[in-house]
């Protein structure tokens, strides 16, 4: 559906999850993906399996010096930097009463600061190629309150703020640099099975999340991850600052 031929991506938590099936969605779309992740056995593993278009980089979103040494491996190894997904995100699920400063810190850490991180080094680089697609993961819990997820919360909805000042500061600047946020509802990842893990009925636990959509389903990754393809095409020009969810009507409601 989509020609990413001569475009290079970059992914952040590209290990497993959301970040893996997008870079997949890339690669099978032509583009040269940069994946990176924490996880560096699982993340060459999936690099090795996409095939030649696309390279495994090991990353701490929450090293600011390595973002930059990310950028330029990328822009050296391919030429350019046009689209950048900052996926990487971790969750904890507790009450705000159980949750330490250290742990909502670190919560920030990854999942604000990383993303903060990743505009601030790819927006040079996509300048430098002369267009760009920045596509940020939040999350509904982002754009609504969910209980004993206070830390998760409030970082996922920095993201979406975060997102609409880069995306208005690039327009003004004529960048020709585009920046949105994306909000997925619960959808079947390996961090979604873990939530369900938690509960003492797993069955039950993966039906509570199911209702949680009017669809009474679980989101598929490739239904989060053609959106970001969209986002990061042409035919979403006139696009940027906008925070979609992707959520089977779970923010309808």
Not at 25 to 38: H, K, L, N, P, Q
Not at 184 to 210: A, F, N
Not at 213 to 223: H, K, T
Request: charged residues 20%.
């Amino acid at each position: 559906m989509y020609d990413f031929s001569g475009k290079v991506v970059l992914v952040t938590g590209a290990a497993s999850g959301l970040g893996l099936d997008c870079a997949a969605a890339f690669v099978e779309s032509g583009a040269r993906v940069v994946m990176t992740d924490v996880q560096v056995e699982q993340g060459e593993e999936a690099a090795r399996k996409l095939g030649e278009n696309a390279v495994f980089m090991q990353q701490d979103v929450r090293d600011e010096s390595r973002w930059q040494q990310i950028v330029d491996e990328a822009v050296q190894r391919f030429g350019g930097l046009h689209v950048l997904v900052n996926a990487a995100g971790i969750a904890l699920f507790a009450g705000v009463e159980d949750t330490t400063l250290d742990q909502f810190r670190n919560i920030h850490a990854v999942n604000v600061e990383g993303v903060f991180l990743g505009c601030k080094a790819a927006i040079p680089a996509m300048r430098k190629s002369g267009s760009g697609s920045i596509i940020n993961l939040s999350s509904t819990a982002g754009l609504r309150g969910v209980g004993k997820l206070a830390a998760y919360c409030s970082a996922k909805g920095a993201v979406r703020m975060l997102t609409k000042s880069v995306a208005v500061e690039c327009a003004e600047k004529g960048d020709n640099i585009r920046c949105n946020s994306l909000h997925p509802s619960y959808t079947d990842t390996p961090m979604v099975q873990g939530l369900i893990g938690l509960g003492s009925d797993p069955v039950l636990m993966r039906k509570r999340l199911e209702k949680v959509s009017p669809m009474n389903r679980l989101g598929q990754p490739r239904e989060v991850s053609s959106v970001i393809l969209f986002l990061a095409s042409d035919q979403s020009s006139f696009i940027t600052g906008a925070e979609i969810p992707v959520d089977g009507g779970t923010t309808a409601r």
